[in-house]
């Protein structure tokens, strides 16, 4: 199982951090990955990290302003979002795999039930 938390309504240029905790068999040893859906969107990568921590990935839209992160001890993965704006607006979901599994939404076969960020202009 899957929990995001930590969305809200933010000035743009502002910043927040969302939190997942994990538990089952999602927690631990499985990569995690952060994703998001707009509305009138498809659902899109936004960053991924192995359970290790030493492998991470970003999409280039997010690449300077978005930092992933995990603590393997609280089963937490967090994605810290500085320098938000407008176009950050959406719903963004955890995922996890037993390993790595791309930007692609297909690789991922567990997922939470999402949090709203929403940035105001």
């Known amino acids: 199982q899957l929990v995001e938390s930590g969305g809200g309504l933010v000035q743009a240029g502002g910043s927040l951090r969302l939190s997942c905790a994990a538990s089952g068999r999602t927690s631990r040893s499985y990569a995690k990955a952060w994703f998001r859906q707009a509305p009138g969107k498809e659902r899109e990568f936004v960053a991924a990290?192995?359970?290790?921590?030493?492998?991470?990935s970003y999409a280039e839209s997010v690449k300077g302003r978005f930092t992933v992160s995990r603590d393997n001890a609280r089963n937490t993965v967090s994605l810290q979002m500085n320098t938000l704006n407008p176009e950050d607006t959406a719903v963004y979901y955890c995922a996890a795999a037993e390993t790595y599994a791309g930007p692609e939404v297909t690789g991922w076969p567990y997922w939470g039930q999402g949090t709203q960020v929403t940035v105001s202009s």
């Open positions: 990290i192995d359970w290790l921590g030493r492998d991470i």
